[in-house]
Nanobody, 120 residues
Framework: QVTLVESGGGLVQSGGSLRLSCAVSGGVLSRSAFWTNTMAWYRQAPGKQRELVASAARDHTTTYAESVKGRFTISRDTAKNTMYLQMNRLKPEDTAVYYC?????????WGQGTQVTVSS
């Protein structure tokens, strides 16, 4: 069992940037097993379903939702047990709670998320 803790959210103006972090904690074997997964960032805006934003496979192959392609960059640092989401040129429609998890998501691993609010 691992624990995922997201951080780095906040209030930013349209066009600004934020860098989200996802710390993976737990036993050594649990963490090692977890990092074999494709990792991903998800987000949930008010009144909407949670959606996949970006993913990074073990070989660092990445995928992005069309709405964030060219603006967001996902990366993973196994040595630091941390995953990141660099978000540039933020838009008001990026406002949401952002979560990290594996892909496909593991139901028992959802963290609290980190709120990102982009003002126009």
């Amino acid at each position: 069992q691992v624990t995922l803790v997201e951080s780095g959210g906040g209030l930013v103006q349209s066009g600004g940037s934020l860098r989200l972090s996802c710390a993976v904690s737990g036993g050594v074997l649990s963490r090692s097993a977890f990092w074999t997964n494709t990792m991903a960032w998800y987000r949930q805006a008010p009144g909407k379903q949670r959606e996949l934003v970006a993913s990074a496979a073990r070989d660092h192959t990445t995928t992005y939702a069309e709405s964030v392609k060219g603006r967001f960059t996902i990366s993973r640092d196994t040595a630091k047990n941390t995953m990141y989401l660099q978000m540039n040129r933020l838009k008001p429609e990026d406002t949401a709670v952002y979560y990290c998890n594996a892909k496909p998501a593991k139901d028992n691993c959802w963290g609290q998320g980190t709120q990102v609010t982009v003002s126009s």
